[in-house]
Nanobody, 124 residues
Framework: QVQLVESGGGLVQAGGSLRLSCAAS????????MGWFRQAPGKEREFVAAISWSGGSEYYADSAEAAVTISRANAKNTVYLQMNRLKPEDTAVYYCAAASRVDNLGDYETYDYWGQGPQVTASS
């Protein structure tokens, strides 16, 4: 069992930056690939970024690659999502998730555990 707790969401002006953190419980964090997804009102949950268990491989949605960076610190059981040049269309609830699989990390059905999802709002 893995529990995920996100932090770092909030309100930021368009063009600003935020860093989301996701702290995981349990001693097996380093064996999970981690991902970030987001869901805006009235829209489906969409993939933002993912990172392999070792941190050696990173994956990004085509629309997000220029403005986000995913990273992890296994010693701290934490994964991060740095978001720069935020736009109003980035406004959404952002979820981190853990996957025991190493493939299809862009598919939300791949993931086994989910955090509660902090709100990120970029105002114009």
């Amino acid at each position: 069992q893995v529990q995920l707790v996100e932090s770092g969401g909030g309100l930021v002006q368009a063009g600003g930056s935020l860093r989301l953190s996701c702290a995981a419980s349990g001693r097996t964090f380093s064996s999970y690939a981690m991902g970030w997804f987001r869901q805006a009102p009235g829209k489906e949950r969409e993939f933002v970024a993912a990172i392999s268990w070792s941190g050696g491989s990173e994956y990004y949605a085509d629309s997000a690659e220029a403005a986000v960076t995913i990273s992890r610190a296994n010693a701290k059981n934490t994964v991060y999502l740095q978001m720069n040049r935020l736009k109003p269309e980035d406004t959404a609830v952002y979820y981190c998730a853990a996957a025991s699989r190493v493939d299809n990390l862009g598919d939300y059905e791949t993931y086994d555990y989910w955090g509660q999802g902090p709100q990120v709002t970029a105002s114009s």
